[in-house]
């Protein structure tokens, strides 16, 4: 008797000499043999990943926004006591101080937010436009505003801004070259001691501010 296998998946008989169903690939069997165990599937090796250490960022503190304080002239003398300018000099400074707050259109002392720095600014109104005179700073140095004055007639007309400075450099110590007439150039407060010096120096102002204003 030919022995026989049968393909448990489709239920067809084949000779013992077959292995395979030739219709779907399954082992064929003898009828009595048991169900061969499925075969385990080999472990799938995974790959373990170190977690990346976490870098901290330090949050930046936000500064706070800076509260504009306007300045005095109880702060000013006391910014030139500080910085130590000489006791000679701050006399001069009151003295042109009492001089400008009678004919200048305003004065100020500035404030803390200003890029400039603060300082005593006297100035002169022309229309709607103000533009600074000079402005004297908490060390003592006072800085000439020509550059505030190239939209303030009629001193918008270069020469005008060179007879002023012409009238500036006839102070004794005082030698300002024309290019600065589009600047803010310095004048040594010293120059100023001398009553002559700082007659002249008004005297100059005086006249700016009398053309500005049409007298």
């Not at 000779?15 to 690939?25: A, Q, T, Y």
């Not at 800085?143 to 006839?170: Q, T």
Request: aromatic letters at 8%.
């Amino acid at each position: 008797m030919i022995s026989v296998k049968v393909c448990r998946k489709c239920d067809k008989q084949y000779p013992s000499n077959v292995l395979f169903c030739p219709d779907c690939g399954s082992l064929v069997m003898k009828p009595d043999a048991p169900e061969p165990e499925p075969r385990p599937k080999a472990p799938v090796a995974r790959r373990s990943f170190a977690a990346a250490p976490v870098k901290r960022v330090e949050a930046k503190p936000v500064p706070s926004p800076r509260v504009r304080r306007e300045f005095t002239r109880e702060d000013f003398f006391l910014s030139l006591t500080e910085n130590k300018v000489a006791e000679e000099d701050i006399e001069v400074i009151k003295s042109v101080m009492a001089w400008s707050e009678g004919l200048a259109s305003s004065v100020s002392f500035g404030d803390n937010c200003s890029e400039e720095g603060w300082g005593f600014r006297p100035s002169v109104l022309h229309g709607e436009k103000e533009a600074t005179l000079f402005r004297i700073g908490t060390n003592g140095a006072i800085n000439i505003h020509f550059k505030d004055w190239v939209s303030l007639p009629p001193f918008d007309a270069r020469e005008k801004r060179v007879e002023m400075l012409g009238r500036l450099n006839s102070i004794k110590g005082v030698r300002m070259p024309e290019s600065k007439v589009i600047e803010r150039p310095p004048l040594p407060v010293r120059v100023l001691r001398d009553k002559d010096g700082l007659d002249k120096f008004i005297d100059a102002f005086q006249w700016l501010i009398g053309l500005v204003k049409g007298e």
